[in-house]
């Protein structure tokens, strides 16, 4: 007969595994939102730059 005991650990390890896999998941996701949001914000920059640029050139001409 198995002891209970050890069957609660092992429920509990798995438990834990199932947890950290959870947070490692999460972690990666995260990770790319941020970079995904990281390239929206130089796209912006380089539109911005792009309008500063035009405004220049068409105060100099």
């Known amino acids: ?3 209970i005991g050890d069957m609660i650990f092992q429920i509990l390890m798995l438990l834990i595994l199932i ?5 490692i998941i999460a972690f990666i996701i995260g990770l790319k939102r941020l970079i995904q949001k990281q390239g929206a914000n130089e796209k912006r920059l380089q539109r911005m730059e792009q309008k ?3 405004m220049l ?3 100099e001409s």
Do not use: P
């Open 19 to 23: 947890g950290i896999a959870g947070v």
């Open 1 to 3: 007969m198995v002891n």
């Open 52 to 54: 500063l640029d035009d």
């Open 57 to 59: 050139k068409n105060k």
